[in-house]
């Protein structure tokens, strides 16, 4: 058996080995040892002359002529005096920079801040919102009132406020085909029982609702295109009186203003026109443009923000999670519970509250903030102005320091942004030659008594008392794109971390590879010379 020719390197040890393979290149041998290959090895120019070993000693002399760190290289070659001592100076002065300007990035890091990208990106199609419009006035009036107590019509048509409230009850209001006598979509007219849903309302009583199932797309950001509606509001119809759902006072108070509430709104999504909508007037022409959003929150440890695929929070609402409606659900079971009362403007659920009934706290009542012992679903009735407990709550919910820790706003939200354009309509010429008044318009005139039984043509100021035109489109067919990203991401936080090493003391990622086998081969010599000292005492 041949042996391997000893090297001159004194840190590699010449080993035997029997792994020795041989092959016939150009007629001579080439002679191999695999063990000497793959073996560890110490880096390592001097050794332990009496061991025949490197010591630890000469790996770290080794270890500081070499590495790529450069304050140990620079201090490890300076001559000793003066110019050590400034190399020595000028390292630790680096180091302390680096700590420095560590502690600032991974602080500014682990703030995860975000910052804002806005994309518009245009499109040959685009998707169309949902439209609600309502009457302001809730309950119609009848042709013929007979005197009550309570003013107008309420007493006529049901005997208890909120039995018209609970949603129950939509025939006491103003019906979809006397609303809307007219509704078009990209010039093409619509389908008004088909596509419009009744969605009631705790304040306006009958809306309904166009687009909620999100099917409807415009190719046009131009008047023509999008939804044009045309609106009796009934004034004729009009109760000279409404429910006061804020203001302190009687149950009921004069009508404040005449005309219809339209919202736009995502598809899918309960409207809410009383905290939402735009007022439009009767004898106008209202040019309502809209711009479509969409929002994308960067959540987890960037933000709060929920993604509704995953969960939605119970809300009194239906449709899709929006943060509003979960506000106003925490509110009113705030109110519910703390008041046994419920909120008029609030939409509300009372089958949660009818198996079992609960009791208002000791703490609550020697404040005076309940005066009620126990309640249920039962004995719920609607909040009255005289009682404090519920204002006292609304003021909590409006300074923000009610707790509604679960409301939190949407990982993904689609918003409509409008802007209003009114004008008077129609002009005298116009309304001549272009508009017509159908029979049934001029029945139920007759009816309520504002014009004669055989008379056919309608005064132009009674037309604007009653009608009003709504146009709807896209200012421009596109959607802005608003995405929270991570103001600092981890690659780039990463590269920080890289530039900052190699400012301050010139490292790069093989710098730190350097020092990890600076460790190993310590440790490898410090367990060879406890080895060969075991070895020597058997």
């Known amino acids: 058996m041949e042996k391997v020719p000893p090297t001159n390197n004194p840190a590699v040890l010449e080993v035997e080995s029997p792994d020795v393979i041989s092959s016939e290149l150009n007629g001579t041998v080439d002679k191999h040892n695999w063990f000497e290959t793959f073996r560890y090895k110490v880096n390592s120019q001097t050794y332990d002359e009496a061991n025949g070993e490197p010591d630890i000693v000469a790996v770290g002399k080794d270890f500081c002529s070499r590495t790529t760190s450069q304050g140990i290289t620079q201090v490890f070659h300076a001559p000793e005096g003066s110019k050590r001592i400034f190399w020595i100076s000028l390292t630790f002065i680096a180091l302390a920079l680096l700590i420095g300007h560590l502690y600032y990035l991974i602080n500014t890091f682990m703030l995860f801040e975000t910052s804002t990208e806005v994309t518009i990106v245009p499109a040959k199609l685009l998707e169309f919102p949902a439209v609600t419009v309502c009457n302001n006035n809730m309950v119609k009036a009848l042709p013929v009132v007979p005197e009550f107590d309570i003013p107008g019509a309420f007493a ?45 309302n705790a304040r306006y009583g009958n809306c309904y609702t166009f687009n909620m199932n999100g099917t409807r797309k415009t190719r046009r950001a ?29 149950l009921y108070k004069p009508v404040e203003w005449i005309g219809a509430v339209v919202e736009v709104h995502d598809i899918d999504i309960e409207p809410t ?16 443009t ?105 003021e909590k919910y409006d300074s923000g320091s009610l707790a509604c820790d679960n409301c939190t706003d949407t990982c993904k939200e689609t918003i409509y942004a409008t802007k209003l354009a009114s004008v008077p309509w129609p002009a005298p010429a116009y309304y001549d030659s272009q508009i017509h008044v159908n029979e049934v318009i001029r029945n139920t005139l007759a009816e309520y008594g504002q014009i004669d039984t055989n ?25 802005t794109f608003v995405r929270e990203q991570a103001a600092i991401s981890q690659f780039e936080f990463v590269s920080e971390l890289g530039g900052t090493f190699g400012l301050w003391i010139g490292w790069t990622i093989l710098t730190i590879f350097e020092f990890f086998e600076f460790m190993s081969d310590l440790i490898f010599v410090k367990f060879m010379s406890k080895a060969n000292k075991l070895d020597a005492e058997t």
């Open 273 to 288: 026109p009383h905290e939402r909508g735009i007022l439009v007037a009767p004898g106008t022409l209202n040019r309502l």
């Open 156 to 200: 006529e048509q049901f005997d208890e406020v909120a039995d018209y409230l609970t949603m129950n009850n939509s025939n006491n209001g103003h019906q979809k085909e006397d609303l809307i006598e007219k509704a078009i979509f990209d010039n093409h007219f619509v389908d008004i029982e088909k596509d419009f849903i009744l969605t009631m």
């Open 290 to 394: 809209i711009t479509q959003t969409k929002f994308e929150r960067k959540g987890g440890v960037y933000g709060d923000c929920l993604d509704t695929t995953d969960k939605k929070p119970p809300t009194f609402y239906s449709g899709k999670y929006t943060k509003q409606h979960c506000d106003n659900t925490c509110l009113q079971k705030e109110v519910i519970k703390k008041c046994c009362c419920y909120l008029k403007i609030i939409k509300y659920n009372l089958s949660n509250y009818t198996t079992e009934s609960w009791s208002s706290s000791l703490e609550d009542r020697k404040s005076g903030l309940s005066n009620w012992m126990e309640c249920s679903g039962s004995n719920l009735t609607t909040c009255i102005d005289e009682d404090s407990c519920w204002k006292r709550i609304w």
């Open 455 to 479: 008379q056919s043509y309608i005064p132009l100021s009674l037309y604007k008392e009653n009608f009003l035109k709504v146009q709807i489109y896209y200012e421009s067919l596109s959607t």
């Open 222 to 250: 131009m008047p023509g295109y999008g939804l044009e509606l045309w609106l009796n509001i009934e004034h004729y119809a009009y109760d000279s009186y409404e429910l006061s759902f804020y203001d302190e006072g009687p």
